[in-house]
Every structure is written in structure tokens, then in C-alpha cells.
């Protein structure tokens, strides 16, 4: 049986490392960081930077080996401080990177529900664990917690088989876009408190 956990900042590293194997292909990721080795070198600051958040906001779960995480927010989104250290050897963003980062988030921010939700931003299990149904694992203390709270579960997709993938999970598309700058097409997808 699988355990799922909150997060501490002791599995910041492992939640982190999950997430950069688990997103090597992503369509956004791939648009940030098109080369394969800056991808893997230099992504783990994005990673850090949401994982920072998620885990200082008791957000984040994950299996007892970090091999299947989740990265929410509650509704609201609330802001938290937190030390932004930086992740050795990962430089600061080009300009280039910055606005792709900005038309990300502008456009992202665009397609948010105005309704309370909690925000699946990440949901990755590691590659060669995945189709073991640990997303599914992951995901059920948030949707218990959306049940209790009576608000949906909200999240942005990259690709048609993560549709189908969270379609499965309960979850309906809401919007679809496309991402300024030659970005990619995203879905937005929300799933109701059952």
C-alpha cells in the first residue's frame, strides 16, 4: 500500500528531482528550456521556487520515497515568504526566459476560476514508477480536503493524453488557450467536490 504525506522542507530535493524527470517533456518546460541539458540543469530553479511555497504552505505531498508529488495551493493562493536561496550551479533567467515566464504567468493568470478552488500546480510521479495509479494516490487528500470544503480542484495541462489522463480522475476541461510567444496549447481542467 502506498503511503502519501505532506511534504517537510527535508524532502525539498527529492520533491524537486521528481518533478524535473517527471516534466522532461512537457510542452512548457520544453518551450522554457528547449535544450535538453539546460532543461536538467537549469530548471531545477523553477522547481525549487514552487516547491519552496507549496511545502511552506503544508501543500505539498508525497510518497514516503518521493518518487509521486503534488505541489497545491489552497484557495486564495496566499502568498508565503520564504528564503530564496539559490540551487547551485542554476544561473539567473536570460531576458528571454523572463518573458516567456511572464506571458506564461499572464496568461495563465487569465484563465484562473474566479470561484474559491485549491490549484493542482504539479502532479508528477517519477518515470519509471509512473501508471502505477500514484497520481491518483497523490491526488485524493486535496480532493477529501475540496469534498470538505465544497470547492473544486483546479489545474492547467500541456498535452491531449493528460486530458484524457485527469478526465479519468474526474476532472472536465473548463478552457483551453494558447501561450504568447509561440508557447504551447494548454487545457485548464477542473474537478467538482464529490
Same mark, same amino acid.
Given at each position: 500500500m502506498t503511503?502519501?504525506?505532506?511534504a517537510t522542507?527535508a524532502d ?6 521528481t ?14 528550456f528547449?535544450d ?9 530553479g523553477a ?10 504552505l503544508s ?5 514516503d520515497?518521493?518518487v509521486?508529488?503534488g ?9 508565503v ?5 539559490p540551487v547551485?550551479?542554476?544561473e539567473?533567467p536570460?531576458?528571454?526566459?523572463r518573458?516567456?515566464?511572464?506571458? $506564461? &504567468?499572464e496568461?495563465m493568470? @487569465?484563465?484562473?476560476? =474566479?470561484?474559491?478552488?485549491w490549484?493542482l500546480n504539479v !502532479?508528477a ?5 509512473q501508471?502505477?495509479? $500514484? &497520481?491518483a494516490?497523490?491526488? @485524493?487528500p486535496?480532493? =477529501?480536503?475540496?469534498r470538505?470544503d465544497?470547492?473544486? !480542484?483546479?489545474l ?6 493528460n486530458?484524457a489522463y485527469?478526465t479519468?480522475?474526474g476532472?472536465?476541461?473548463?478552457s483551453e488557450w ?13 474537478k467538482?467536490?464529490?
Open positions: 503511503t502519501v504525506r505532506q522542507p525539498l530535493a527529492r520533491v524537486c528531482r518533478a524535473r524527470l517527471a516534466f522532461a517533456d512537457d510542452p512548457v518546460f520544453r518551450w522554457l528547449p535538453e541539458a539546460e532543461y536538467h540543469s537549469q530548471s531545477p522547481w525549487h521556487y514552487v516547491g519552496r511555497r507549496s511545502i511552506a501543500c505539498t505531498y508525497t510518497t520515497d518521493s509521486a508529488i505541489m497545491y495551493f489552497p484557495p486564495g493562493r496566499p502568498e515568504e520564504v528564503d530564496d536561496e547551485p550551479g542554476v539567473p536570460t531576458p528571454e526566459r518573458a516567456k515566464f511572464a506571458a $506564461l &504567468g496568461v493568470h @487569465a484563465q484562473t476560476p =474566479e470561484e474559491p478552488h490549484y !502532479l510521479t517519477h518515470p519509471d514508477w501508471r502505477q495509479g $500514484l &497520481g494516490a497523490i491526488i @485524493a486535496i480532493a =477529501e480536503q475540496c470538505a465544497g470547492v473544486p !480542484l483546479y492547467e495541462t500541456q498535452s491531449l493524453a486530458v485527469y479519468h480522475l476532472f472536465t476541461v473548463r494558447d501561450v504568447p510567444l509561440d508557447g504551447p496549447h494548454m487545457w485548464g481542467m477542473l467538482p467536490p464529490e
